[in-house]
Every structure is written in C-alpha cells, then in structure tokens.
C-alpha cells in the first residue's frame, strides 16, 4: 500500500502541477496582454497629445500670419493715407503761392486728412507701439501743417509768413514720413532689425 500511496502522490503532484503551469502561463498571458494594451492605450494618448500640439501649433502660426497680412494692410493704408495728405498739404501750399485751384486742392486736402484719420484710427486698434508712436508722430505734424494752412487762409489774403512757416514743417513731415516708414518696414520684417 505504501508505493499506491507514493504512485497517488506523483499523479496527484503531477496533475496540480499540469493544472498550476496552466493557470500561470494563462494569468502571464493575461498579464501580457494587459501590458501590450496600456502601452497601446499609452501610445494612443501620446499620438493624440502629439496631434493637438501639432494643431494648437498650425492654429497659432496661422493667426500669426493673418496678424501679420492685418498689420500689413494697416501700415500699407497708413502710409498711404499719410503720403496723400501730406501731398494734399503741398498741392495747397503751392496753389496758395501761386493763387490759383485754391478750391480745389483745399477740398482735396480735406478728403485726404479725413482719409488719414480713418487709417489712423485703425492703425490704433491693429499696429504695435513702437509703429503707432512713429505714426502719432507723423499725424501730429501733418495736423500742425494743416493748421499752418488754414491759418494761412484764414484772413481776407493769404497770410504770408504763415504760409513761409509751413516750408520747414513740410521738411520735418517729410522726415516723420521716413522714419514711420522705415519703423514699419522694420516691423513687418522688410528690414532686418540690424539696419
């Protein structure tokens, strides 16, 4: 009876372990599989993550670059707006010399002052300080110029030495005009910030 009991013994050892070795590599499967699936489910975030940043990225660079074709815009209109008023100021200034078309350019210089506040005042809203000061610059000397004009008119004849003090601010305005220019230029990444 001794060696049944030893001949049960083995078979019985070798049936919980045939049923242990089943039980673990099944729970090291499983194991397996839930690792193998987090490291899936991780990669999946970290894909999304990537995706959203690359997106947040697009989107950022995308507003930078309608800032830019906004800013543009403004300062091409500025400029504009500060070139033809100056011009205007000039054309009167000569039709006040040689008195002739007086009218005609007083009307035009009235346009194009209001043409330059409507581009100023947008340029308020849109440009940076560093423009929007070189602007505020230009706007005040073209606005003393035009004062200096209407000063000039402002009797029953022409006022002569008001008329002779608008020379020197048409040189200073011209200057103002330069500068904001160039401030644009340098602003918009025309000009390199070394020159």
């Not at 839930?34 to 990537?50: F, P, S």
């Not at 697009?58 to 830019?68: C, P, Q, V």
Request: hydrophobic share 40%; with cysteine; net charge neutral.
């Amino acid at each position: 009876m001794g060696d049944a009991w030893v001949a049960l013994m083995v078979a019985s050892v070798g049936v919980v372990g045939t049923l242990g070795a089943a039980l673990l590599t099944q729970s090291r499967a499983d194991r397996t599989k839930r690792l193998e699936l987090e490291a899936l489910a991780r990669q999946q975030r970290e894909e999304r993550e990537h995706a959203e940043r690359v997106r947040q990225a697009e989107l950022s660079a995308a507003r930078g670059r309608e800032l830019l074709d906004l800013r543009r815009a403004c300062c091409i209109a500025l400029n504009t707006a500060a070139r033809q008023y100056q011009t205007a100021q000039v054309n009167l200034w000569h039709a006040l010399k040689e008195g002739t078309g007086v009218d005609a350019c007083l009307q035009q210089l009235d346009e194009r002052r209001s043409a330059h506040r409507e581009s100023y005042a947008e340029a308020q809203m849109i440009v940076p300080t560093a423009v929007l000061a070189s602007a505020g610059a230009v706007s005040r000397r073209l606005n003393t110029g035009y004062g200096t004009l209407k000063k000039a008119l402002a009797g029953p004849s022409v006022d002569s030495p008001a008329l002779d003090a608008f020379e020197p601010e048409l040189r200073t305005a011209w200057t103002l005009l330069s500068d904001m220019r160039h401030t644009m230029r340098r602003d918009l990444g025309v000009d390199d910030l070394g020159s």
